[in-house]
């Protein structure tokens, strides 16, 4: 099955900087790599999401690049705010047959420090 | 603005008692996962259902939990008898699925304390 490994597990930059962090995945019939944003006891929302078939998408701050060669794919904060502290995951989804499921990693605890 | 529903919020139970979680997905929808999330796994898949039948429940201990789809609306996880090591948030989320569908929208979770 897919194995999706993220770092940094714990990310602190000062406002104002980038954050990037970065997943690897195995399974290189995956097509779909979203992202999602957890706060502090809150549910898992999602930020920004990429397509196989497409090398980058931004989305005002937030921008995520693929690499499907290196089979990586990173997201990437720019101006980080304080209210950009969350976990956040990465996931990916095979194309395999008709199975949808996505596979998460573990998680970047994301702080912007004031 | 249509969301994903779970019951209980937080739920404090003893050691062999039997737990059963809740979930409503989004009207519509006709995928359902039931995700664990804990410090050292984080996400895991427990479950998946398309159209109320399971496709895959492989993440799932089966001799102490259990999953079902009663109808379109409802979604149920089981626990019994339940274990201190089950503690976690268990999250439901649901989806359309599809290659043009893709989000999978959570639920706010049930937070399982086994004591």
């Known amino acids: 099955g897919e194995n999706v490994e993220q770092h940094p597990s714990t990310l602190s930059v000062q406002e104002g900087d980038s954050a990037v962090i970065k997943c690897t995945y195995s399974?290189?019939?995956?097509?779909?790599f979203p992202w999602y944003k957890q706060e502090l006891g809150k549910r898992p929302q999602l930020i920004i999401d990429?397509?196989?078939?497409?090398g980058e998408k931004k989305d005002q701050r937030i921008a995520v690049t693929l690499n499907k060669t290196a089979k990586h794919f990173s997201l990437h904060i720019t101006e980080t705010q304080p209210e950009d502290s969350a976990v956040y995951f990465c996931?990916?989804?095979?194309?395999?047959?008709?199975?949808?499921?996505?596979?998460f990693g573990k998680g970047t605890l994301l702080t912007v420090n004031p | 603005d249509a969301r994903v529903t779970q019951t209980p919020r937080d739920k404090v139970t003893e050691m062999g008692q039997e737990v059963t979680m809740r979930c409503q997905p989004i009207?519509?929808?006709?995928?359902v996962f039931w995700y664990r999330q804990t410090m050292m796994q984080g996400l895991e898949l427990l479950a998946y259902?398309?159209?109320?039948?399971?496709?895959?429940d492989s993440g799932m201990p089966k001799d102490r939990f259990s999953a079902e789809m009663p109808d379109a609306t409802l979604a149920t996880l089981k626990i019994q008898p339940s274990e201190p090591r089950d503690s976690a948030v268990y999250f439901c989320?649901?989806?359309?699925?599809?290659?043009?569908?893709?989000?999978?929208?959570f639920g706010p979770g049930t937070r399982l304390t086994v004591l």
């Open positions: 259902f398309r159209n109320r039948a399971p496709l895959d």
């Open positions: 990429i397509r196989s078939n497409v």
């Open positions: 996931a990916a989804r095979s194309s395999g047959g008709s199975n949808y499921k996505l596979t």
């Open positions: 009207l519509g929808h006709n995928t």
């Open positions: 399974d290189s019939a995956s097509n779909y």
């Open positions: 989320a649901s989806g359309l699925e599809g290659e043009k569908y893709n989000e999978q929208f």
